[in-house]
Nanobody
Framework: QVQLVESGGGLVQAGGSLRLSCSASGIMFGENDMGWYRRASELFAVITKN???NYGRSVKGRFTISKDNAKNTVDLQMSRLKLEDTDVYYC?????????????WGQGTQVTVSS
């Protein structure tokens, strides 16, 4: 059974920063490409098995994805937050299903950016 747990969300003013964290059981982040999603399907940050990071245009230059294979965690440092970043944030494998087709999602963590 795969379990993903996201944390670190909250309420922040526009221009501020937050750091999200994701931990998991049942999968090893070091063996998978991992990503952060929002709006349940928008993949906007990816870190590959070998540690290469890629970002969507909406967050490039503002967000940084990182991981710790030993701790099996994936973090997302968000800075210069905008109102449109308000959403529920999820981490998952990329693509978001296992080789046998099963898909697991955590509860997500709410990020609310206020003016």
């Amino acid at each position: 059974q795969v379990q993903l747990v996201e944390s670190g969300g909250g309420l922040v003013q526009a221009g501020g920063s937050l750091r999200l964290s994701c931990s998991a059981s049942g999968i090893m982040f070091g063996e998978n490409d991992m990503g952060w999603y929002r709006r349940a399907s928008e993949l906007f940050a990816v870190i590959t098995k070998n540690g290469t990071a890629n970002y969507g245009r909406s967050v490039k230059g503002r967000f940084t994805i990182s991981k710790d294979n030993a701790k099996n965690t994936v973090d997302l440092q968000m800075s210069r937050l905008k109102l449109e970043d308000t959403d529920v944030y999820y981490c998952n494998t990329v693509p978001p299903f296992l080789s046998d087709g099963r898909s697991f999602w955590g509860q997500g963590t709410q990020v609310t950016v206020s003016s």
